[in-house]
């Protein structure tokens, strides 16, 4: 009897193991399964879920190393993405990466050149928007053109700032006017671009 109690719990746990569970809910999104078609969860998935509760109230974004000592978090910043056009939207800076990814090494069985390795890589940049849903209707996974400003008005009321550094910080000012005006013009011409100019499909 204990055997045969034994073999009866064997054949449920592998009954069992024919039912896959996932760890959150979600859609399941490009599930291209035929016949003979060998699946593993490591090497190749059947299919990828998407979780329905997702990181959708952040976006990421990469910037040249020189800007890694001027991007700081609470900077505002405004995006545009191709999937809403005509929209440019405030944003706040909530996070910097503080490693590059460009300069990780991982032991392999050769010798890495690094001169080989010439291209710069991003500081990583996290952002939230500034208003609450503000980023509802982009699609995640969207591109994204984005710009950080900087605000110089508190420095520019300091009365011991000379001549020279005043006319400098205002200069970094206009140049944020200027950046954020061309972000708008790419705003109004990206739907131009891709639906006339390319042809679009």
């Known amino acids: 009897r204990a055997s045969a109690i034994a073999a009866r ?3 449920q746990v592998e009954l069992d193991l024919t039912e896959v569970f996932a760890g959150t809910d979600g859609t ?3 599930f291209v399964l035929q016949p003979g078609d060998y699946v593993s969860a490591i090497l190749r998935p059947a299919g990828i879920i998407v979780p329905d509760v997702s990181v959708h109230y952040r976006l990421q974004a990469g910037y040249d190393q020189i800007s ?3 991007i700081k978090p609470g900077m505002l910043a405004e995006v545009t993405c191709t999937s809403i056009p005509f929209t440019v939207i405030p944003m706040v800076v909530v996070s910097v990466q503080d490693v590059i990814a460009s300069g990780q090494l991982r032991p392999t069985d050769e010798l890495i050149d ?3 390795r010439a291209r710069p890589g991003t500081i990583t940049v ?3 928007p500034l208003y609450e849903g503000g980023i509802d209707k982009v699609i995640p996974g969207s591109q ?4 950080v400003y900087t605000s110089n008005h508190e420095r520019l009321q300091d009365p011991e700032l000379s001549g020279l550094q005043r006319f400098g910080l ?3 000012d206009t140049t944020g006017l200027v950046h954020a005006f061309i972000l708008r013009i790419h705003a109004l011409l990206l739907p131009v671009r891709t639906l ?6």
């Open 9 to 11: 719990d064997q054949a």
């Open 114 to 116: 690094i001169a080989a």
């Open 126 to 128: 996290g952002m939230e």
């Open 68 to 70: 890694a000592q001027v």
């Open 28 to 30: 399941v999104e490009q």
């Open 170 to 172: 205002h200069v970094i």
């Open 196 to 201: 006339v100019l390319s042809g679009g499909h």
């Open 144 to 147: 994204c053109v984005s710009n």
